[in-house]
């Protein structure tokens, strides 16, 4: 139920049909402090007569102590936390949180540690979690009692909601815009292979190719420049016909730019070359890069909003992804 405006429910609307004070309304929805037992029959009928639902970080700040909410990110070392697309995920979130008076830290998840969600769990100031480069493995081993206060950017699970970009339907386009230029001869490069996310552009290639008759050319890839560059000069030794290489970020694919001029291949007149995420620098470079969009921004502020608001979100939000055609390709 809500106001008569059509507006959530808030703590003042509550101490109003409790009949109370709005700090009695709080104590008693917090778990902490005095109240007497008629007011917390009182708050506790009018909570359910309005479908209140308390916010996580008003929960916080009742219990005491700074509020955070968690960027918590999975990585097989810290350096995952300099990554630009971490960054931007912190920036986001504190955009949605610094008005609501709540801080944002970033926290390394040591992968093959899932346990480490334990230390977040008996941490009373934070009010929300959002993982980033969640596997299945993570999923499972998030606390019960962090449950409703976790969201992830990438696989979710039925108590975990999922924020992510349409990467399928974006790599779709891709393959879609190089097969139309005439290219036949297309490999990937791919994704670290214990991300589940990154699994969705190889199954949607493997798709395409099988669909056209076409060999399938996958390199292992882990969304760094440098083994895109490697990448590029092992595509060449195993497939000399190659004219066209679809990496799955555009760190990777400007990797194998460079790993193509080494060789002497020409982009795109020998081997046409794509990304994925669109960031700042594909735009910039000689060629520039044919990509397909990520509003990275738009999905971490709208986790980061479902966490401060306290409602339940869709067991799965996706954001679409554009073909963002360029000279590489």
Known sequence: MTTAAHRPATLEDVARIAGVSRSTASRVIAGTGFASPAARKQVTAAVDQLGYVPNPAARALVRGGGVRLVVAVLGTSAAV?????VHQVVGAAARVCTPA???VALYWLPFGDPRSLDQL??????????????TEELLEAVPRSLRGRVVSIGVGSPT???FDVDNAAGSEAVLRHLYASGRRRIAMVTGPRWLPCAQRPVQTYRRLMAEAGLPERILPGDFRAARGRTAAGEAL???PDIDAIYAISDDTALGVIAGLRDAGARVPGDVAVAGFDDI?????TAPALTTASHPVGRIAGAAATALLDGRPAAPVTLFPSALVARASA
Not at 81 to 85: G, K, S, T
Not at 122 to 134: A, E, K, M, Q
């Open 237 to 239: 030794r195993r497939w």
């Open 101 to 103: 008076g709540v801080g």
């Open 121 to 134: 769990d008996g941490d009373r100031s934070v009010c929300g979690v959002i993982l980033v480069n969640t």
């Open 81 to 85: 936390l300099d990554d630009p697309y």
């Open 160 to 162: 975990v909601p999922s």
């Open 280 to 284: 700042p620098l594909a735009g910039m």
